[in-house]
């Protein structure tokens, strides 16, 4: 167990050094990450380490592998345009949401259609649990982890599953981030239960509704949280 700890940490050096790299505009949108070999001897780690934080920066949308050429920050899809403005962090999370807006609402239908009755008892005693202390942000990033999450084992298809750990490992990943734009506290909890109570009553076409308008207020509040930080980023 000390072991993985002790990997973890070495891997997250590397997420940490490319991502200040980029903030600080060291390495510009769509410029070259540098030689794996100079980055091992900088940052003291091992290939199969350094090998690993490209593999999250690339999941997290900072980076991007071109094959027979290399390793390159990504651009952002708004350059040129107002929307370059972003930083690539937070275009990387508003993307991952825009994803779940197509997901979230088919695992919501199937959901409905398949929970078991031990399905059920799971999602609300998650819900419960959410309620005991909605103003921790630790505390909601991982409710609303473990909602979506017994959601999808709700549909009884693994792949489901499987994306949604993968779209939360990444949220969590960031998840102060998230979670400080996302201060809205009682409305996801509510929100929650509007959709589970869909799913009791097998109704689809309500649990995906509620679904589809709940992930799009998260990608809107988020979106204008980032917008009022660039404003008052100018302004200062």
């Known amino acids: 167990m000390e072991t993985v700890k002790a990997k973890t940490k070495i ?30 001897e900088d940052l003291n780690v091992s290939r199969s ?14 980076i991007e592998s071109i094959p027979g050429k290399g390793r390159f ?5 708004g350059e040129g345009s107002q929307s370059g403005r972003v930083p690539l962090q937070d275009e990387a999370i508003l ?7 197509v997901l979230e609402p088919a695992i919501a239908v199937e959901a409905a259609k398949h929970a078991s009755p031990s399905d059920l008892t799971r999602i609300r005693r998650i819900l419960t649990k959410t309620g005991k202390d909605v103003e921790s942000l630790e505390h ?10 017994v959601l999808a084992e709700s549909t009884h298809n693994f792949i489901f599953v499987n ?9 969590m990943a960031t998840h102060e981030r998230i979670y400080t734009l996302l ?3 009682e409305i996801f909890l509510r929100e929650h239960e509007e959709v589970y109570d869909a799913i009791v009553v097998r109704d689809l076409e309500r649990a995906a509704r ?11 509040t988020l979106q204008n949280g980032i917008a009022l930080e660039e404003v008052y980023g100018e302004e200062s």
């Open 210 to 220: 509620l679904m589809k308008a709940h992930v799009q207020r998260v990608y809107k």
């Open 163 to 171: 994306i949604v750990k993968m779209t939360f490992n990444l949220i």
């Open 140 to 149: 909601r990033a991982q409710c609303d982890y473990d909602f979506h999450l």
């Open 49 to 62: 380490s350094l090998r690993e934080g490209f593999r999250i920066l690339e999941m997290m949308g900072f």
């Open 95 to 101: 993307e991952l949401v825009e994803a779940r807006l």
């Open 73 to 77: 920050v990504r651009k952002s899809r």
């Open 11 to 40: 891997y997250d050096q590397v997420v940490e050094k490319v991502k200040k790299m980029i903030a600080s505009g060291e390495l510009p949108q769509g410029s070259a990450l540098p030689a794996e070999r100079q980055l091992i």
């Open 183 to 185: 201060d809205d506290k």
